[in-house]
């Protein structure tokens, strides 16, 4: 051992990475709780308790040292990306069932850390969405629409005791699923859109929640922790897809401007598909993935069986990174054009 | 006006450190009592010693001669008495001893008669030989012999560039030497130019040395050369040559070549200073600049004999202050760890670092690799490093030689920015050293089969030889005369020649037999290997035929 560099950058770590994406996230789930009450700062305690949990088990049950692991921040981070992807307010068993599969299939029997396939939010939000797709549909109606806005004691009895409210009396459709359930029903977009749950582009209250994602996705990138290529090929690749569609049919299909801001595409574009675990490195490789991702999500969500397509379209990426990667090699310093690593 | 800089890739931009070490004058180092002089301070063979324990030696004298083409002269700091010759802790890496001859200095510091080189009436290329016993080795890092570089052959040398850039943290001997003795550095690189046949000097200086910068433009103006200075940003590792040659030129060094093959000679500036001195002032290389900074009293630049105690060095600096845990030699970047400074100053030592915790804090422990790519950003060879990681951490040798492992400079960017403090290069390393490693085993295994294969097929050709030739006797006396035909004793000789004729055609079909033709490398090593053994086992069949 040589031991050179003797120097390291200073202030960087796992753990402060994971503490600034934490942070980028706090304008969107300030805008959420301004939106949608005070209950999402509960599901994020009980994803983050659930989270430390079931990582302490498993890593127990493999036999690693526990401190080194849960201390990353690495699981705070899927916790707060699963419980800001779930509706606010679901039974404490809904969150625990996703985290179990982020945390312990996703991650852990993968090998951990660095080691697996896919996003664990997102395979955690996929089992949700497919063996509960009724309690995934239940998102709280934002503020200024609701008969009624559960304040923080409502909220715990709400995911922990079952409480006497039904979800009527506090929740509304998504703008996605009004849109979907009018372009099945041989409606409109128009139709969907003169709902007031519609708001101003993309959803009351949710428009706003993901222009604060973008604002946290734009700090991650002027800080470096990850880079533009994902993001933007996402994003323009949502646009295009939805753009070609609306212009050839605009009456039952939704604008641009809407797909970029409904749903999980903002948060999708900065927060998930950059994983860079089990997103593509190389810069042609990310621009590959994000696009196809952005591709996949607004073909999901048009011709899909559910509302979003923002977490099935990143796990199939996830699945193809690899193979991207192999194949999208950044040319090497002092090789000629077509002479790239792997070959 | 400062010349065009064009982008490389990577690089970062560690603390400086420089402030340090720049501000005092470069400090002369007295005469030492002993001197420690390794035959081994260049790239190549080691020197040849010339002189035994009880000799005396003159400053200047060649204590040891190039052995081979890439070699370089050592020569005597001082006049004195060989104590010893004998391997000695040395400056290196390994931490293993090397050779050396110990002299003490017997104070009067007699030199050898030194004559000045006519260069201006040599015709290019000539300079070389009379270069090669003047002991002058890049004293950049790579201490690659200099009179070798200055005479390349192959392409054409267009440009000769000096390094100035000096991108490691700490280090400020060129710096320095760059503010006190610009002039000499010019006239040493002119020279240079001139050997070379090139048409044009580039000298590349980081923007965190203005004042190097302005007093080598001064000596290029006052040397009216055909040189320009170029500032570039202060970015690691742009004093590497590859790096520089981009930096100024925007061409890019094809990879496993070096910049003469597209034209271009890299030397830094303290070797062109110590050109100056072999080629005007006719004296090898006796001394060289280093910095001796860090956790010191009192951080300096020092000029020092070759040989001097790297302990004395720490001395004249105001000795280590408290609470130093070690030292490194070379930058934080790319150095090593120095185990015994008692070590000798040699020609590549750049600079000497006291470090303490708190400058060189322990790496903290290391966690999974993330794939966040910031190595990737940071590499300045363009290389993906975590996926170098994983298949050397994976002994994936073949995929880690794929992926370009051998195009990574080790300069360390990598581990630098690593959020998960990898030590990525020890890896890198580690791989190469595996691959390499491998590479001479398979060779040998190769070689050791032809060897083999030769052996069968010459042992089997003079077994037909000698078969023939007795057949040919035997015809002969058999048409001589027919009195041989009915001696039983040629009848005899005939019986156990036609059986050896028979064997010699059997053991040839046994050697050509159709299903071996097709044998993979580790059939054939098998089989050579059962071969060899049942030979060994029984040389008596091989005397019976």
Same mark, same amino acid.
């Given at each position: 051992?040589?031991?050179?560099?003797f120097?390291?950058?200073?202030?960087?770590?796992?753990?402060?990475?994971m503490?600034?994406?934490?942070?980028?996230?706090?304008? *969107?789930?300030?805008?959420? %709780?301004?939106?949608?009450?005070?209950?999402?700062?509960?599901?994020?305690?009980?994803?983050?308790?659930?989270?430390?949990?079931?990582? %302490?088990? =498993?890593?127990?049950?493999?036999?690693?040292?526990?401190?080194?692991?849960?201390?990353?921040?690495?699981?705070?981070?899927?916790?707060?990306?699963?419980?800001l992807?779930?509706?606010?307010?679901?039974?404490?068993?809904?969150? @625990?069932?996703?985290?179990?599969?982020?945390?312990v299939?996703?991650?852990h029997?993968?090998?951990?850390?660095?080691?697996?396939?896919?996003?664990?939010?997102?395979?955690?939000? *996929?089992a949700?969405?497919?063996?509960?797709?009724v309690?995934?549909?239940?998102?709280?109606?934002?503020?200024?629409?609701?008969?009624?806005?559960p304040?923080?004691?409502?909220?715990?009895?709400?995911?922990?005791?079952?409480?006497?409210?039904?979800?009527?009396?506090?929740t509304?459709?998504?703008?996605?699923d009004?849109?979907?359930?009018?372009?099945?029903?041989?409606?409109?977009? @128009?139709?969907?859109?003169?709902?007031?749950?519609?708001?101003?582009?993309?959803?009351?209250?949710?428009?706003?929640?993901?222009?604060?994602?973008?604002?946290?996705?734009?700090?991650?990138?002027?800080?470096?922790? =990850?880079?533009?290529?994902?993001?933007?090929?996402?994003?323009a690749?949502?646009?295009?897809?939805?753009?070609?569609?609306?212009?050839?049919?605009?009456?039952?299909?939704?604008?641009?401007l809407f797909?970029?801001?409904?749903?999980?595409? @903002?948060?999708?574009?900065?927060?998930?598909?950059?994983d860079?675990?089990?997103?593509?490195?190389?810069?042609?490789?990310?621009?590959?993935?994000?696009?196809?991702? *952005?591709?996949?999500?607004?073909?999901?969500?048009?011709?899909?069986?559910?509302?979003d397509?923002?977490?099935?379209?990143v796990?199939?990426?996830?699945?193809?990174?690899?193979?991207?990667?192999?194949?999208?090699?950044?040319?090497?310093?002092?090789?000629?054009?077509?002479?790239?690593?792997?070959? | 006006?400062?010349?065009?800089?064009?982008?490389?890739?990577?690089?970062?931009?560690?603390?400086?450190?420089?402030?340090?070490?720049?501000?005092? &004058?470069?400090?002369?180092?007295?005469?030492?009592?002993?001197?420690?002089?390794p035959?081994?301070?260049?790239?190549?063979?080691?020197?040849?010693?010339?002189?035994?324990?009880?000799? &005396?030696?003159?400053?200047?004298?060649?204590?040891?001669t190039?052995?081979?083409?890439?070699?370089?002269?050592?020569?005597a700091? &001082?006049?004195?008495?060989?104590?010893a010759?004998?391997?000695?802790?040395?400056?290196?890496?390994?931490?293993?001893?090397?050779?050396?001859?110990?002299?003490?200095?017997?104070?009067?510091?007699?030199?050898?008669?030194?004559?000045?080189?006519?260069?201006? +009436?040599?015709?290019?290329?000539?300079?070389?030989?009379?270069?090669?016993?003047?002991?002058?080795a890049?004293?950049?890092? !790579?201490?690659?012999?200099?009179?070798?570089?200055? $005479?390349?052959? #192959?392409?054409?040398?267009?440009t000769?560039?000096?390094?100035?850039?000096?991108?490691?943290p700490?280090?400020?001997?060129d710096?320095?030497?760059?503010?006190?003795?610009?002039?000499?550095?010019?006239q040493?690189?002119?020279?240079?130019?001139?050997t070379?046949g090139?048409?044009?000097?580039?000298?590349?200086?980081?923007?965190?040395?203005?004042?190097?910068?302005?007093?080598?433009?001064?000596?290029?103006?006052?040397?009216?050369?055909?040189?320009?200075?170029?500032?570039?940003?202060?970015?690691?590792?742009?004093? #590497?040559?590859?790096?520089?040659?981009?930096?100024?030129?925007?061409?890019?060094?094809?990879?496993?070549?070096?910049?003469?093959?597209?034209?271009?000679q890299?030397?830094?500036?303290?070797t $062109?200073?110590a050109?100056?001195?072999?080629?005007?002032? #006719?004296e090898?290389?006796?001394?060289?600049v280093?910095?001796? /900074?860090?956790?010191? !009293?009192?951080?300096? +630049?020092?000029?020092?004999?070759?040989?001097?105690?790297?302990?004395?060095?720490?001395?004249?600096?105001?000795?280590?202050?408290?609470?130093?845990?070690?030292?490194?030699?070379?930058?934080?970047?790319?150095?090593?760890?120095?185990?015994? /400074?008692?070590?000798?100053?040699?020609?590549?030592v750049?600079?000497?670092?006291?470090?303490?915790?708190?400058?060189?804090?322990?790496?903290?422990?290391?966690?999974?690799?993330?794939?966040?790519?910031?190595?990737?950003?940071?590499?300045?060879?363009?290389?993906?490093?975590?996926?170098?990681?994983?298949?050397?951490?994976?002994? +994936?040798?073949?995929?880690?030689?794929?992926?370009?492992?051998?195009?990574?400079?080790?300069?360390?960017?990598?581990?630098?920015?690593?959020?998960?403090h990898?030590?990525?290069?020890?890896?890198?390393?580690?791989?190469?050293?595996?691959?390499?490693?491998?590479?001479?085993?398979?060779?040998?295994?190769?070689g050791?089969?032809?060897?083999?294969?030769?052996?069968l097929?010459?042992?089997?050709?003079?077994?037909?030889?000698?078969?023939?030739?007795?057949?040919?006797?035997?015809?002969?006396?058999?048409?001589?005369?027919?009195?041989?035909?009915?001696?039983?004793?040629?009848?005899r000789?005939?019986a156990?020649?036609?059986? $050896?004729?028979?064997?010699?055609?059997?053991?040839?079909?046994?050697v050509?037999?159709?299903?071996?033709?097709?044998?993979?490398?580790?059939?054939?090593?098998?089989i050579?290997?059962?071969?060899?053994r049942?030979?060994?086992?029984?040389?008596?069949?091989?005397?019976? $035929?």
């Open positions: 051992m040589i031991g050179s560099p120097v390291l950058k200073e202030h960087n770590s796992v753990r402060f990475t503490i600034k994406v934490m942070a980028a996230l706090i304008p *969107g789930t300030l805008a959420h %709780a301004w939106f949608f009450g005070p209950g999402i700062w509960l599901s994020l305690i009980w994803c983050g308790l659930l989270g430390i949990g079931f990582e %302490a088990m =498993i890593l127990v049950v493999r036999g690693r040292p526990l401190q080194a692991a849960l201390t990353d921040g690495s699981v705070l981070l899927t916790a707060w990306l699963l419980a992807s779930v509706p606010t307010l679901a039974p404490w068993w809904l969150y @625990m069932t996703g985290m179990f599969f982020a945390v299939v996703a991650k029997l993968y090998g951990g850390l660095g080691q697996n396939l896919f996003n664990p939010a997102m395979v955690g939000y *996929g949700l969405i497919i063996s509960f797709p309690y995934m549909t239940q998102w709280a109606a934002p503020a200024p629409l609701a008969n009624y806005l304040n923080l004691s409502d909220a715990f009895d709400l995911m922990f005791i079952g409480g006497n409210i039904t979800p009527d009396a506090y509304s459709a998504t703008v996605l009004s849109l979907k359930t009018a372009t099945r029903g041989g409606h409109t977009v @128009m139709d969907a859109f003169s709902q007031p749950i519609h708001g101003l582009i993309a959803g009351k209250g949710m428009e706003l929640v993901a222009m604060m994602y973008l604002f946290g996705g734009l700090f991650l990138i002027a800080n470096r922790l =990850i880079t533009w290529h994902i993001p933007a090929a996402f994003l690749a949502i646009a295009l897809t939805a753009g070609v569609l609306w212009q050839i049919d605009p009456a039952h299909h939704a604008d641009p797909h970029l801001l409904a749903g999980g595409a @903002m948060l999708g574009a900065f927060f998930i598909a950059t860079p675990v089990t997103a593509c490195t190389t810069p042609r490789g990310k621009l590959i993935f994000g696009g196809l991702a *952005g591709f996949l999500t607004v073909i999901i969500r048009t011709y899909g069986g559910y509302p397509g923002v977490a099935f379209s796990l199939i990426l996830n699945s193809a990174a690899p193979l991207i990667d192999a194949f999208s090699q950044p040319r090497v310093f002092g090789h000629a054009k077509g002479g790239r690593a792997g070959r | 006006m400062n010349g065009k800089v064009y982008p490389i890739p990577g690089g970062l931009h560690p603390a400086e450190h420089k402030a340090e070490s720049n501000a005092r &004058t470069i400090l002369v180092a007295p005469l030492a009592e002993r001197y420690i002089v035959l081994r301070q260049h790239l190549g063979q080691a020197a040849r010693v010339l002189v035994q324990a009880g000799d &005396t030696v003159l400053k200047g004298q060649i204590i040891g190039p052995d081979g083409h890439i070699s370089a002269a050592v020569h700091p &001082t006049s004195g008495r060989v104590l010759v004998e391997p000695r802790p040395v400056a290196h890496p390994s931490g293993l001893p090397d050779l050396c001859v110990v002299i003490e200095a017997d104070g009067a510091d007699t030199a050898v008669e030194m004559h000045p080189i006519d260069w201006r +009436n040599l015709a290019p290329g000539e300079l070389a030989k009379p270069l090669a016993a003047m002991g002058l890049g004293q950049g890092g !790579a201490v690659f012999p200099s009179h070798v570089k200055l $005479a390349p052959g #192959g392409t054409a040398i267009e000769l560039i000096l390094n100035g850039a000096e991108c490691e700490w280090i400020t001997c710096d320095r030497l760059m503010r006190e003795r610009a002039t000499a550095i010019m040493g690189a002119e020279i240079m130019r001139h070379l090139a048409k044009r000097i580039l000298v590349g200086i980081e923007d965190n040395k203005p004042q190097a910068a302005e007093a080598m433009r001064g000596a290029c103006a006052q040397l009216k050369l055909a040189a320009r200075v170029t500032v570039v940003p202060t970015r690691y590792p742009s004093g #590497g040559a590859k790096q520089l040659t981009q930096l100024l030129t925007g061409l890019e060094t094809p990879s496993g070549k070096i910049s003469t093959d597209i034209g271009i890299v030397f830094n500036v303290a $062109a200073y050109l100056y001195r072999a080629v005007e002032l #006719g090898p290389m006796l001394s060289r280093v910095s001796v /900074t860090g956790h010191v !009293a009192e951080p300096h +630049n020092i000029e020092a004999r070759l040989g001097t105690p790297i302990v004395d060095l720490i001395r004249l600096a105001g000795g280590d202050l408290a609470g130093v845990t070690g030292h490194i030699i070379g930058g934080p970047m790319m150095g090593f760890d120095l185990d015994d /400074t008692a070590a000798p100053l040699v020609k590549s750049n600079c000497v670092i006291a470090r303490n915790p708190a400058l060189f804090p322990r790496h903290p422990p290391a966690m999974p690799c993330t794939r966040c790519g910031q190595c990737a950003l940071a590499c300045p060879a363009s290389l993906q490093p975590f996926e170098l990681y994983w298949h050397a951490k994976a002994k +994936n040798l073949d995929k880690a030689r794929a992926y370009k492992l051998f195009d990574c400079i080790e300069c360390g960017c990598c581990s630098h920015v690593c959020p998960s990898i030590p990525l290069v020890d890896y890198y390393r580690f791989a190469k050293s595996e691959i390499v490693a491998a590479d001479r085993a398979k060779q040998a295994a190769e050791a089969r032809q060897r083999h294969e030769f052996q097929l010459r042992q089997e050709r003079e077994k037909q030889e000698k078969a023939a030739r007795l057949g040919k006797k035997a015809s002969e006396r058999l048409e001589a005369g027919a009195v041989a035909a009915d001696d039983p004793e040629a009848a000789k005939k156990i020649l036609d059986a $050896a004729i028979a064997r010699a055609k059997q053991a040839k079909e046994t050509q037999a159709k299903n071996t033709e097709t044998l993979t490398p580790e059939q054939q090593r098998q050579d290997a059962i071969e060899a049942r030979q060994a086992a029984s040389p008596a069949t091989e005397h019976e $035929a």
